[in-house]
């Protein structure tokens, strides 16, 4: 699954360990998640969606 995460994160300046403390989640998760290797759980992604204050659909694309 496709997503704006890494671009999302830089700009809000948050490092990938800022965010996966906000989140509860590793480092290694966002960055497996930003590359493309791990989709979210949906609990996950709404949290995601959360933190950026955008819709799911707007953050991760099929």
């Excluded at 830089?10 to 403390?21: F, I, K, P, V, W």
């Excluded at 979210?40 to 953050?59: G, R, V």
Aim: charged content about 20%.
């Amino acid at each position: 699954m496709k997503n704006r995460m890494r671009d999302l994160r830089l700009a809000q300046g948050l490092s990938q360990n800022a965010l996966a403390e906000a989140l509860g989640v590793s480092r290694q998760t966002i960055n497996a998640i930003e590359n493309g290797r791990y989709d979210p759980s949906l609990p996950l992604a709404f949290a995601i969606a959360k933190i950026f204050d955008m819709s799911i659909e707007a953050i991760f694309t099929p």
